[in-house]
């Protein structure tokens, strides 16, 4: 490899940098999803019967939440190889 | 399998975005699209073999179409849409989840091992040619063109300097996010989950075939995360095949509803 394309090499910091990004945007949804499943613990303990309507209102929050890291993977992707 | 030869250098290669990008099998079709074709036929076939000889008492594999048909129809279809308006969608609920989880389930199959919805195309067209359409078209049918505006838009018993602010909002979310995360939602889990079960099996191999003596047991750690995320994945594939539905259901109900 010439002496040009190393320096080109050293300088291209894309990938650690939207690594670093995506870390940083994946500490949102995982105290989102920690809060939603924190609930429906709370929720099962006062009253068991209640235990599957929880749950089933959990899983559909936890998707709204979960897309948000998964957005964040994706644009790690396509941040990495531009 | 780009991977594989690029490190016979020596070098592992970690799997990126180019892992799905498949070359066409002849005349121009890629696998993606025989994928989906199979899909078809066998959601198809499963239910129309189900509906045949049709008895008050169920047989065990009509039983079994019959508890999927009802979660669509009232997990999924009545309690979003409603009770009184929600008949006419059952069909649309019902196929969209269970299309949505044959596909994603591929991802698992060992022969087939491509999650169709992994290629942004498939899950953009099913959100944004059938269900944001049909939004549009249900509520200006319910309500009109401007009453359909208004009634997305302006949300009832909001003062008036507030709405300045909300309006905008509402459309970016409503005509904008919606459709497309409704899309990038079972895209981003189907690829990210299959990305995964890719590079822990990579490193497995390459940690079997490639590395020095004392790194070559590793690759059964590598090979058990392998596994349990395939768990993991199995879980993820029908949690988002039923979120895409239940989501339909929540936008038709929203263009549907009257206020309150």
């Known amino acids: 490899m010439s002496a040009i394309q190393i320096a080109q ?43 599957s309507k929880l ?22 992707f396509i941040a990495s190889s531009a | 399998m780009r991977a594989l030869w690029l490190a016979e250098g020596g070098e592992f290669v970690p799997p990126d975005a180019g892992a799905f990008d498949l070359p066409p099998i002849f005349w121009g079709i890629t696998k993606p699209m025989l994928l989906l074709v199979l899909s078809v036929i066998i959601v198809a076939v499963f239910f129309l073999m189900a509906s045949r000889r049709l008895k008050i008492v169920p047989s065990r594999f009509t039983f079994v179409a019959e508890s999927v048909y009802d979660f669509g129809r009232n997990n999924i279809a009545r309690d979003l849409i409603g009770s009184k308006e929600f008949k006419p969608y059952v069909p649309l609920i019902v196929t969209m989840f269970t299309f949505v989880l044959v596909n994603n389930v591929f991802g698992l199959i060992p022969i087939i091992q491509f999650p169709t919805m992994a290629h942004i195309g498939f899950p953009l067209a099913l959100s944004l040619l059938i269900v944001y359409p049909l939004w549009h078209f249900i509520g200006i049918r319910k309500h009109g063109f401007v009453g359909h505006i208004k009634h997305q838009l302006v949300p009832p018993g909001v003062p008036k300097p507030v709405l300045v602010l909300l309006v905008p909002v509402e459309a970016f979310v409503k005509f904008f996010m919606n459709p497309i995360t409704h899309a990038i939602r079972v895209f981003a889990a189907m690829f990210a989950g299959h990305l995964i079960l890719i590079v822990f099996t990579l490193a497995g191999e390459y940690l079997l075939i490639e590395a020095g003596g004392l790194l070559k047991p590793i690759s059964v750690v590598s090979w058990a995360f392998a596994i349990a995320m395939t768990f993991v994945e199995a879980l993820i594939q029908v949690l988002q095949a039923y979120i895409f539905a239940l989501l339909a259901a929540n936008y038709i109900g929203a263009a549907l509803s009257e206020d309150h």
């Not at chain 1, 995506?22 to 609930?39: H, K, R």
């Not at chain 1, 899983?59 to 709204?64: D, Y």
């Open chain 1, 9 to 51: 090499d050293v300088i291209n910091v894309n990938k650690g940098l939207s690594l670093i990004g995506y870390g940083l945007g994946a500490i949102g949804p995982g105290v989102g999803v920690g809060l939603i499943f924190a609930a429906v613990i709370n929720g099962t303990a006062r009253q068991p019967e209640a235990q």
């Open chain 1, 55 to 76: 749950m089933a209102i959990a899983w559909q929050t936890f998707v709204l939440v979960e897309v948000l890291a998964l957005i964040g993977l994706v644009l790690f």
